[in-house]
């Protein structure tokens, strides 16, 4: 009787294993797939060997001669497209318009599948519409929204002058500035400065301790009781914790009519009213996070790749004065002189190709079964798009390991090449901050580089090579900015 039990036990198990390790039919092609891990052993292997995941799926689809790489983490059906083509198709077709739901996710959203960023069909509809429209009623997008990133413009030019040309690092102030401007529209005020350098310093921290898969922490959740620090769980406790006080203080206030003027949770707590069931506090504190978390690292780090850009490259940086300096002079700089200043829009463009900030996006989920190329993507299969690949594709631009701006223009300088850039994504799910993104970083340049020359410390060179975790950012530097006039 128990050697039949222990037999069964053994085939159930043999059986299990083996189930585990098969491929599905057509499945994209990649490495081997071993019991518990799937290929989570080599693909950890690969991001250490080549710097970073991104890197390492690419050297992967290389070794397997294939733009549609496939893996499994964990017991996570995971896929990387590559190319062009193929980033298209993902992009803008329904079937992958999901987001996966996991731990890591759901640890993301304060403990929720709720928010925008990280859930799908109609709650994602309708709150990813809500939020566009109510932003838009509060000037998020609209020409007051120059006058605000012109007043952050003021406070950084501030926080130089105030160094007297010691060398500065120019992260803490740009992120600082970036969230000022989204919490005004979000909440209608300035986050707290203690609490501000606090949350900062806490995404920075995340970023550099996760991938955009998750990591080990999203495969054996259960890793968190063992090893909460190593496996990244503190960060986003801590993280979850400090941003839920901050949000639930805004939020009390607004109930209490305590903010003035109208902002996005004004209009959210109207809604509530309405009696609307997808609006709560959780989602609004859900949403908050969301803005804050897509918003403030990104675009802060494309202009500190602008300022290392700029301190890499003297003659680019002279061009730029020149340009500023001929066509405005010393007038504020606004959104409308991206017209007339094409070379600073080609080296912007450039800095975000160059250092794309999510080489690896995504991630998505198959809605139902799909095909790619001869492939077949079971349903809720994890999809990420391998932008960074596009970005450096020699197919799409010359030489495009060197850094150099005039590949965005013609020779009548004019702006080119454009549509071959994915910086912001794409379709239904492309980023709805681009507009403030894109503002905030011109505008913010062109006035640092209209009133300073900016230096390495002490001759350093700020490195090239950027961390990639689950966004692109600079290795730490500083920089001497020596007043032009
Ligand atoms: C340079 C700065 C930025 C970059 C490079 C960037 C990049 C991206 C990309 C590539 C996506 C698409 C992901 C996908 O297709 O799955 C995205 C989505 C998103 N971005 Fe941005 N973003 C930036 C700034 C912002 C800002 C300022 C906001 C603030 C409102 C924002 C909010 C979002 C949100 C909420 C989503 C999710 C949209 C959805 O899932 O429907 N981003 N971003």
Redesign the pocket.
Known sequence: MIATLLAVLLVTILGYIINTVSKPRKYPPGPKWYPFVGSSAIARKVALQYGSQWKGFSHLAKEYSTEVLGLKLGSELVVVVFGEKNLRKV?TEKEYEGRPDSFFIRQRCLGKRLG??FVDGPL?REH?QFTVKNLKNVGFGKTAMETEIQTELHNILEYIEKSKTKAINPKVILAQSVMNI?WKYTAGERIKEDQLQYVIDLFSKRSKAFTIAGGWLNQWPWLRFIFPKLSGYTIIKNLNQQISDIIDETVNKHKNGLVPGSDFIYSFLEEMKENNVSFHEEQLKAICL??LI??AQ??SN?LEFAILSLIRHKQIQEKVYDEIHSVIGEDTPCWNDSNRLLYTMAFLLEVQRFYT??PL??P?RVLEETTIEDYVLPKNTTVLLSIGDVHFSPDLWDEPNKFNPDRFLDSSGKLVNTEHFY???LGR??????S??KSF?FIVLVGIVQKYRIESENGVLPAEEPIIGLISGARPFSAEFIPRF
């Not at 799910?429 to 681009?434: E, K, L, Q, V, Y």
């Open positions: 992009f925008i960023t994602w990813r989204l969301d803005i897509a918003g990104t675009t494309v900030i999510a996006a995504g998505r910086g912001f994504g799910r492309r980023c709805p901050g681009d403030l993104a970083i």
